[in-house]
């Protein structure tokens, strides 16, 4: 989840993931884009038992949520929308933005125009924006994408690098967003844990704030390898962007030499994008993010929210404290909060504003280690399971195919070449899985040998 202005705040070197709600700023827009809008009648209604709850224009801020997605996301996304609208929005009333590569079907609009409060719009993403630029060497991307695809997760897919660099710089320009001055970004498969009794997006604008996060995390460091000597090029080339008094401390450990892997937000788009690292390497917009906002906005400017709990698959953001989450009437559990454990960067950030950790965290701590070696072993029968499920797919479907087609009607020519494909990316994503779970469970298992790296899912 992400929120930003003509400003920004994103629902994660060190990165901010999960709800990220932000400024969007004044950059030049492309022509128009094919879109729709539906539930466009003004809305002021009353709900029952919050008294009356006026939505005009004139009590909102200038804000949306925003959501890349495909028709086939449907009934994951439903669910993220029905959490926020029911934790936050009904009592707001904000519109909505679905993007897409393709049309969206009737029935995606139907629905998802049905579950929201404020009005819905549709719109393609432009060809030129889900494409390689002419200065990229396509094979060598293809070749890329060969090498990576069993070292981590998404090495082998060409979609996830097109959307990483969609959000990274095209995303904000799309004609569905111009009027708008902060956006929150919202997945499918996402939750919001507890009721949020105040508006983030007013919030951010009372307080000057242009950048807002609830999980912040480490980048894998394999799929960036040269972001960073990329970025300090861009800092010598352009000194005028990078202000005093920035977060240049939350994203790098010895003022800026080397980057220690935790992301904020962009304005650098154009000068990564010749390096060609999107499709290269594995760049990911939430590094992108977070090193443009930590560069380039203040440390005032940056805003982490404890009140707003999130769940974005595999992490948790629970608020610290009892009493919060009883007066906010959270369900999540204290356990899986992800803030205090050791792939977590929000204590660098606590560190570099100087704030106290939360009333509740010493609690926190015992809890959160019993868990994370719970996790570590569900993890790994979970993933084990699905690769066993996989191959047994695949098998049947390859015996099947031999048979007569009349003696199988179910059987459809070519899918198990399908089933293989699944397969194979079930086995990179288990590949890359693993070595987490080598760094997960290394104190557990004794001693290892001196390392400068730091351990993971560990607390603070």
Same mark, same amino acid.
């Given at each position: 989840?992400?929120?930003?202005?003509?400003?920004?705040?994103?629902?994660?070197?060190?990165?901010?993931?999960? @709800?990220?709600?932000?400024?969007?700023?004044?950059?030049?827009?492309?022509?128009?884009?094919?879109?729709?809008?539906?539930?466009?009648?003004?809305?002021?209604?009353?709900?029952?038992?919050?008294?009356?709850?006026?939505?005009?224009?004139?009590?909102?801020?200038?804000?949306?949520?925003?959501?890349?997605?495909?028709?086939?996301?449907?009934?994951?996304?439903?669910?993220?929308?029905?959490?926020?609208?029911?934790?936050?929005?009904?009592?707001?009333?904000?519109?909505?933005?679905?993007?897409?590569? @393709?049309?969206?079907?009737?029935?995606?609009?139907?629905?998802?125009?049905?579950?929201?409060?404020?009005?819905?719009?549709?719109?393609? @993403?432009?060809?030129?924006?889900?494409?390689?630029?002419?200065?990229?060497?396509?094979?060598?991307?293809?070749?890329?994408?060969?090498?990576?695809?069993?070292?981590?997760?998404?090495?082998?897919?060409?979609?996830?690098?097109?959307?990483?660099?969609?959000?990274?710089?095209?995303?904000?320009?799309?004609?569905?967003?111009?009027?708008?001055?902060?956006?929150?970004?919202?997945?499918?498969?996402?939750?919001?844990?507890?009721?949020?009794?105040?508006?983030?997006?007013?919030?951010?604008?009372?307080?000057?704030?242009?950048?807002?996060?609830?999980?912040?995390?480490?980048?894998?460091?394999?799929?960036?390898?040269?972001?960073?000597?990329?970025?300090?090029?861009?800092?010598?080339?352009?000194?005028?962007?990078?202000?005093?008094?920035?977060?240049?401390?939350?994203?790098?450990?010895?003022?800026?030499?080397?980057?220690?892997?935790?992301?904020?937000?962009?304005?650098?788009?154009?000068?990564?994008?010749?390096?060609?690292?999107?499709?290269?390497?594995?760049?990911?917009?939430?590094? @992108?993010?977070?090193?443009?906002?930590?560069?380039?906005?203040?440390?005032?400017?940056?805003?982490?929210?404890?009140?707003?709990?999130?769940?974005?698959?595999?992490?948790?953001?629970?608020?610290?404290?009892?009493?919060?989450?009883?007066?906010?009437?959270?369900?999540?559990?204290?356990?899986?909060?992800?803030?205090?454990?050791?792939?977590?960067?929000?204590?660098?950030?606590?560190?570099?504003?100087?704030?106290?950790?939360?009333?509740?965290?010493?609690?926190?701590?015992?809890?959160?280690?019993?868990?994370?070696?719970?996790?570590?072993?569900?993890?790994?029968?979970?993933?084990?399971?699905?690769?066993?499920?996989?191959?047994?797919?695949?098998?049947?479907?390859?015996?099947?195919?031999?048979?007569?087609?009349?003696?199988?009607?179910?059987?459809?020519?070519?899918?198990?070449?399908?089933?293989?494909?699944?397969?194979?990316?079930?086995?990179?994503?288990?590949?890359?899985?693993?070595?987490?779970?080598?760094?997960?469970?290394?104190?557990?298992?004794?001693?290892?040998?001196?390392?400068?790296?730091?351990?993971?899912?560990?607390?603070?």
């Amino acid at each position: 989840m992400t929120l930003h202005v003509r400003s920004l705040f994103f629902g994660g070197l060190c990165m901010v993931t999960g @709800v990220v709600i932000a400024i969007l700023f004044d950059f030049p827009r492309p022509e128009t884009i094919p879109s729709e809008v539906y539930n466009e009648s003004p809305i002021t209604w009353s709900h029952s038992g919050l008294g009356e709850i006026a939505r005009n224009e004139s009590q909102r801020i200038n804000a949306t949520f925003v959501t890349l997605t495909r028709n086939s996301d449907l009934w994951e996304l439903v669910k993220s929308i029905r959490s926020v609208e029911d934790r936050f929005n009904r009592n707001h009333g904000y519109d909505w933005v679905f993007l897409n590569d @393709v049309p969206f079907e009737e029935e995606f609009k139907n629905v998802t125009s049905s579950l929201t409060s404020g009005k819905t719009y549709y719109g393609l @993403v432009p060809k030129e924006h889900w494409s390689y630029p002419d200065w990229i060497d396509q094979r060598r991307a293809a070749q890329t994408r060969k090498e990576t695809a069993t070292q981590y997760m998404y090495g082998g897919s060409e979609s996830y690098r097109h959307m990483c660099r969609f959000f990274s710089g095209f995303f904000f320009r799309h004609e569905l967003l111009e009027k708008y001055d902060y956006y929150w970004r919202v997945e499918p498969e996402t939750e919001l844990f507890c009721d949020i009794d105040f508006d983030p997006f007013r919030y951010m604008k009372d307080n000057g704030k242009k950048y807002s996060f609830v999980i912040s995390q480490h980048e894998f460091e394999a799929t960036i390898p040269s972001l960073w000597n990329t970025v300090k090029s861009f800092v010598k080339t352009h000194p005028e962007h990078i202000p005093q008094g920035n977060s240049l401390g939350f994203i790098s450990d010895d003022g800026g030499e080397t980057y220690n892997r935790c992301h904020f937000y962009l304005d650098f788009f154009n000068f990564l994008d010749k390096e060609g690292g999107f499709f290269y390497e594995r760049w990911g917009d939430a590094p @992108v993010h977070s090193i443009a906002a930590s560069l380039m906005l203040k440390k005032e400017e940056i805003h982490f929210f404890n009140e707003i709990a999130y769940y974005h698959p595999p992490f948790m953001h629970c608020p610290t404290g009892e009493p919060m989450k009883r007066e906010l009437k959270c369900h999540c559990s204290q356990r899986r909060n992800f803030d205090w454990m050791e792939w977590s960067c929000l204590p660098k950030f606590f560190d570099l504003h100087q704030l106290p950790k939360p009333s509740g965290y010493d609690e926190e701590l015992p809890l959160i280690a019993e868990e994370a070696d719970r996790i570590v072993e569900d993890d790994k029968i979970a993933q084990a399971d699905r690769i066993a499920e996989a191959e047994s797919i695949l098998e049947n479907e390859r015996m099947a195919e031999g048979a007569e087609a009349a003696g199988h009607p179910h059987i459809v020519p070519g899918q198990a070449r399908q089933s293989e494909s699944d397969l194979t990316k079930l086995r990179a994503e288990n590949a890359a899985w693993k070595r987490i779970f080598s760094k997960m469970t290394r104190r557990r298992n004794g001693p290892q040998k001196p390392s400068s790296k730091k351990e993971v899912w560990r607390p603070r």
